[in-house]
């Protein structure tokens, strides 16, 4: 009989073990992934154009921008560039080379390494094209901060545009910066997340993973004690 009832009560110890033993894992694990956060690397005053990602278009190719903020030109496959015009010459580098002008990026695959930045001085607006040929015809052209006056809109840029017989581009870079990027491009940059738990957040895993000890052990004493005592009875 003694045998019986202590065999019952061992066979209890498992289980009991299972249920309390495995908790604190877990728990220390919810902890650690709470601690993670996605962050952005993009500063709030640079604006990101893509150029040529989603073919011979600038995404956004409506930008507004204030004073102070910069614009970065990422550039895609295969040829492209960006140059300023005024409205009514599309596709025709502003005041015979005063507009700014990126120069040609050649790119095989992916985002060019380097992009174009331009600092926006004033909110007037800014027109501007890629001078790659038939591009600026094609349709590939935008404008950063858009007047409201509904006569000078891009659309009518663009269909002016059709009718320019070649695209004009310059001599040299001038108007901005060629370099890397203080960006994420809005194509390939995605949020970065730390694996890592906070210190906050292990020194409170520990204490729970220590307590789940301490009532581990004060249930095992338990559990023997009644195993003592039905082998007495």
């Known amino acids: 009989m003694q045998f019986s009832k202590l065999h019952l009560v061992l066979s209890l110890l498992p289980s009991t073990l299972a249920q309390y033993g495995g908790g604190s894992g877990s728990s220390t694990a919810s902890v650690a992934a709470a601690s993670a956060s996605p962050s952005s690397s993009t500063p709030s005053n640079v604006k990101i154009i893509d150029v040529g990602e989603d073919g011979l278009t600038f995404s956004p190719n409506s930008t507004t921008a204030a004073v102070g903020d910069t614009i970065e030109f990422h550039f895609y496959p295969e040829k492209h560039s960006v140059a300023q015009s005024s409205f009514d010459s599309p596709c025709t580098l502003m005041n015979n080379g005063t507009g700014f002008w990126s120069g040609g990026f050649s790119t095989d695959s992916g985002e060019n390494k380097d992009v174009f930045s331009v600092l926006i001085n004033d909110t007037k607006p800014i027109w ?19 007047p409201t006056d509904a006569s000078t809109s891009l659309t009518n ?22 370099g890397p990027a203080k960006a994420a491009s809005s194509g390939t940059g995605t949020p970065t997340t730390s694996s890592s738990a906070s210190p906050s957040a292990s020194k409170s895993a520990g204490v729970e993973a220590r307590a789940g000890a ?6 095992l004493g338990s559990v023997v004690a009644v195993g003592m005592g039905a082998l007495m009875v």
């Not at 840029?157 to 060629?178: D, E, H, L, R, W």
């Not at 301490?214 to 249930?219: E, F």
């Open 214 to 219: 301490q009532w581990l052990v004060a249930t």
């Open 128 to 146: 501007y094209y890629c001078a790659a040929p038939t591009h600026c015809q094609s349709g590939m052209a935008g404008v950063i901060n858009p």
């Open 157 to 178: 840029y663009i269909a002016a545009a059709k009718n320019v017989p070649t695209s004009q581009g310059g001599t040299a870079v001038s108007g901005g910066t060629v």
